[in-house]
């Protein structure tokens, strides 16, 4: 089945970067789908955080524009998330989702904790 398998969550001081990634496998033709980052925070609810599509034409989620960049490689079948300047508000789980017509691909998540 199609996995989606996020890494390169962790622990980091406020001000910090992190890049994380999401690498599909299984039966995906990871080209033709629309990838997005969404993350939850304790206690609060999933939000949207950065779209890319089959074009690479990128869009973010209010207050995301400008520390968080979304970029793909379809060779590795993978989207990044490079989050720069981190703040403590940002630590949350981030999520990733692949999405093309009627199909919708979640993968389980990772850890951002931004503490000093």
């Known amino acids: 089945q199609v996995q989606l398998v996020e890494s390169g969550g962790g622990v980091v001081q406020p001000g910090g970067s992190l890049r994380l990634s999401c690498k599909a496998s299984g039966p995906i033709t990871f080209p033709i789908y629309d990838m997005k980052w969404h993350r939850q925070a304790p206690g609060k609810q999933r939000e949207f955080v950065a779209h890319?599509?089959?074009?690479?034409?990128?869009d973010y989620g209010d207050s995301m524009q400008g520390r968080f960049t979304i970029s793909r490689d379809n060779a590795m079948n993978t989207v990044y998330l490079q989050i720069d300047s981190l703040k403590p508000e940002d630590t949350a789980v981030y999520y990733c989702n692949a999405l093309y017509g009627g199909f919708d691909f979640w993968g389980e998540g990772t850890l951002v904790n931004v503490s000093s």
């Open positions: 890319i599509t089959t074009e690479h034409s990128t």
